[in-house]
């Protein structure tokens, strides 16, 4: 059974800097691996997919990493801004079968980004 | 464009009442959909997906039952809730043979 973790939990860092939030898991054989944002009380909304063939993806000020054999991601977001403050949660697609589209989340990293 | 709509979006229950979740998809067709729950503590978990209409798939044993009456129909249900039912609902959907799962805005359901 995969097993999602996101380290730190939380985080708490001043405007214009460079952070990574990390995410881990324990069954390498994934389809993807997405980042999601959440503001508090609402929905998700996907910031990067990254396919397991891939090594990493980039929009905008942020970007994410993949290392399959090692079961790790990152989540890198430059000049970090206050808009920037939210939840954030990785998830995998584990491969085969019945698995293909269902999500497994880690617990989310709470950032806030303070002027 | 595509939308997805989930309502209510908060909701107050007494234990034992009956539970019924609506969620609808515009702007696509045969759409997979999923149903999860964000509670505290807990993190986000999977309830239900679909493939396709009267086709569910259950990932927890537990006290919720999903229906697709329609295509971009997906209603998530209870007949006697529980105090372990609240949390936060979140439907998704993603289009078919494609990966990204796009979330509804949630609803928030509190059983006293």
């Known amino acids: 059974k995969q097993e999602v973790t996101q380290i730190p939990a939380a985080l708490s860092v001043p405007e214009g800097e460079n952070l990574v939030l990390n995410c881990s898991f324990t069954?390498?054989?994934?389809?993807?691996l997405q980042w999601f944002r959440q503001d508090p009380g609402k929905g998700l909304t996907s910031l990067l997919l990254?396919?397991?063939?891939?090594r990493e993806q980039t929009s905008g000020r942020l970007n994410a990493s993949l290392d399959k054999s090692s079961g790790r991601s990152t989540l890198y977001i430059a000049a970090s801004q206050p808009g920037d403050s939210a939840t954030y949660l990785c998830?995998?697609?584990?491969?085969?079968?019945?698995?293909?589209?269902?999500?497994?989340f880690g617990q989310g990293t709470i950032l806030t980004v303070h002027p | 464009s595509q939308t997805i709509h989930q309502w209510p979006a908060t909701l107050v229950q007494p234990v034992g009442s009956p539970l019924s979740l609506e969620c609808t998809v515009e702007?696509?067709?045969?759409?997979?959909l999923y149903w999860y729950r964000q509670a505290a503590g807990r993190g986000l978990q999977l309830l239900f997906y679909?493939?396709?209409?009267?086709?569910i798939s259950s990932e927890v044993p537990q006290n919720l039952s999903a229906s697709r009456p329609q295509d971009r129909q997906f209603i998530l249900s209870s007949k006697k809730l529980l105090l372990s039912d609240s949390g936060f609902y979140l439907c998704?959907?993603?289009?078919?043979?494609?990966?990204?799962?796009?979330f509804g805005p949630g609803t928030r359901l509190t059983v006293l």
């Open positions: 998830a995998s697609t584990n491969a085969g079968g019945t698995s293909y589209g269902k999500l497994t």
């Open positions: 069954d390498s054989a994934i389809y993807n």
């Open positions: 990254i396919q397991s063939s891939q």
């Open positions: 702007g696509t067709s045969n759409p997979n």
């Open positions: 679909s493939v396709g209409i009267g086709q």
């Open positions: 998704a959907w993603s289009a078919l043979y494609t990966d990204t799962q796009y």
